[in-house]
């Protein structure tokens, strides 16, 4: 399965990033292969609809679960639809991309 985090930047050792929307870069992970792919976020500064826009990436890279520290209500939807789960982290600015997915290799 591919794992899209919300990244403040495009390595390992970047913090999660809270916002969904307007986040920097998503590390999509592929639990098969182990592997983490930075995409950096064009939508980022979208004056309006950065969240659905974001949205169409994200559901373009075949993603099953998604990782923030919050989803804006239009993304909710839209995510439902496709059956994308969402998983929101407390305290997202303590989680490094790492940290992260080794909590989501122990869980599967």
């Known amino acids: 399965m591919k794992i899209a985090i919300t990244s403040t ?11 969904f929307g307007r986040c920097p870069y998503f590390a999509v ?10 995409i950096p976020n064009p ?3 979208n004056i309006e609809g950065a969240g ?10 075949g993603v099953g ?9 239009k ?9 994308i789960q969402l998983v929101v982290l407390d305290d ?12 989501l290799n122990h869980k599967n």
Not at 65 to 73: A, I, L, R, T, Y
């Open 9 to 19: 930047g495009n390595n390992l050792e970047a913090r999660l990033d809270n916002r």
């Open 29 to 38: 992970y592929d639990t098969e292969s182990q592997s983490v792919e930075f």
């Open 43 to 45: 939508k980022i500064e």
């Open 52 to 61: 659905p826009a974001s949205f169409q990436l994200i559901a373009s890279q």
């Open 65 to 73: 679960k998604v990782v923030s520290g919050e989803f804006g209500v």
């Open 75 to 83: 993304v909710k939807s839209l995510f439902d639809s496709l059956k």
């Open 92 to 103: 997202p600015k303590k989680k490094k991309i790492s940290d992260i997915i080794q909590m």
